[in-house]
């Protein structure tokens, strides 16, 4: 079992930076997939970003490309999420989540970071 632990969320102003953090409870030897959803108040889940753990090949969701970088430490077993020019509109719980590469379905979900960007 995979255990996906999210910190570092919090209030920041709007133009402002944040860093948010999810460590992997298990190194595993297979290829898989780590991913940021967030979910807005009153809103459906959403994609942000994601990145494939051995290749380190990225993907964004159009409205947060340019402002967003996802990242992993393979060290420390941790991934990152990197938020720029924040908008009030980034306002959202914040999840980790992570799949097999050969999988379309994320099987493993963190517990949420409350980002909040204040205008």
């Known amino acids: 079992q995979v255990q996906l632990v999210e910190s570092g969320g919090g209030l920041v102003q709007a133009g402002g930076s944040l860093r948010i953090s999810c460590s992997v409870s298990?190194?595993?030897?297979?290829?898989?997939?780590m991913a940021w959803f967030r979910q807005a108040p009153g809103k459906e889940r959403e994609f942000v970003a994601s990145?494939?753990?051995?290749?380190?090949?990225?993907y964004y969701a159009d409205s947060v490309k340019g402002r967003f970088t996802i990242s992993r430490d393979n060290t420390k077993d941790t991934v990152y999420l990197q938020m720029s020019s924040l908008k009030p509109e980034d306002t959202a719980v914040y999840y980790c989540?992570?799949?097999?590469?050969?999988?379309?379905?994320?099987?493993?979900w963190g517990q949420g970071t409350q980002v909040t960007v204040s205008s």
């Open positions: 298990r190194r595993t030897s297979g290829n898989y997939v």
């Open positions: 989540a992570a799949r097999w590469l050969d999988k379309s379905e994320y099987d493993y």
């Open positions: 990145v494939v753990w051995r290749t380190k090949t990225t």
